[in-house]
């Protein structure tokens, strides 16, 4: 079945640093989604790319799908402390569901 | 987007118990999912339920478990039968909205003793 990979597991960073999210499918996708948990709370959609080498922005936030489609990150730019939290990809195959990674945990010491 | 409440929020049982949990949508829906994510771990779909149709389970989840009902197109139920610890986990409802992205409840946070 497919399979997807997220590295790395945990990210620990500076406020002001940059961090990097990758994820990894066993399988072409037909799209990738990102999502977000807070600590104690429920996973919330940031964003969904579709199109092959498709780059997207949100503030600080950049989103890239590979030309395979296969393959896809998130990058925060200048990480603040609200930045805190789960980041999980979500990839859809050729049918409604999503398989999610195991996501990044992303800690921000002020 | 989609407005979701579960009830309970969270309950701590005993084994070999169940629990029924609630999930209400503001808006009709055609499927609804549920979720299980283990403490620390990533998102598992336990089955999608579809409204006038019984439910499709993922591998591993069997409907003995998990029963699953789906009553109208704004609410469903999962049930957790025969507890185990092993149960011990945040059982989440979904919903899709346009153009795909999931709607995810608040989530109930079960701990089975």
């Known amino acids: 079945g497919q399979q997807v990979m997220q590295i790395p597991q945990y990210q620990h960073v500076q406020e002001g640093e940059d961090f990097t999210t990758y994820c990894n499918s066993s399988t072409t996708l037909s799209n990738i989604q990102w999502y977000k948990q807070r600590p104690g709370g429920h996973p919330v959609f940031l964003i969904q790319?579709?199109?092959?080498?498709e780059v997207k922005k949100q503030k600080r936030l950049t989103f890239q799908f590979g030309e395979a489609k296969k393959n896809s990150s998130l990058h925060i730019t200048a990480t603040q402390t609200t930045d805190v939290g789960t980041y999980f990809c979500a990839g859809k195959g050729s049918n409604y569901k999503l398989t999610f990674g195991k996501g990044t945990l992303l800690t921000v010491n002020p | 987007s989609a407005v979701i409440s579960q009830k309970p929020s969270r309950d701590i049982c005993q084994r070999g118990t169940s629990l029924t949990i609630q999930c209400q949508v503001d808006?009709?829906?055609?499927?609804m999912f549920w979720y299980r994510q283990q403490p620390g771990q990533s998102l598992t779909l336990i089955a999608t339920?579809?409204?006038?149709?019984?439910?499709?389970?993922e591998s591993g989840f069997v409907i003995d478990k998990f029963p699953i009902s789906r009553p109208n197109l704004t609410f469903s139920t999962l049930t957790v039968s025969n507890m185990s610890p092993e149960d011990s986990s945040i059982y989440l409802c979904s919903v899709l909205g346009g153009p795909g992205e999931q709607f995810f409840g608040p989530g109930t946070r079960l701990t089975v003793l």
């Open positions: 790319l579709v199109k092959s080498g």
């Open positions: 808006s009709q829906v055609t499927m």
């Open positions: 339920a579809n409204q006038g149709s019984e439910a499709t389970y």
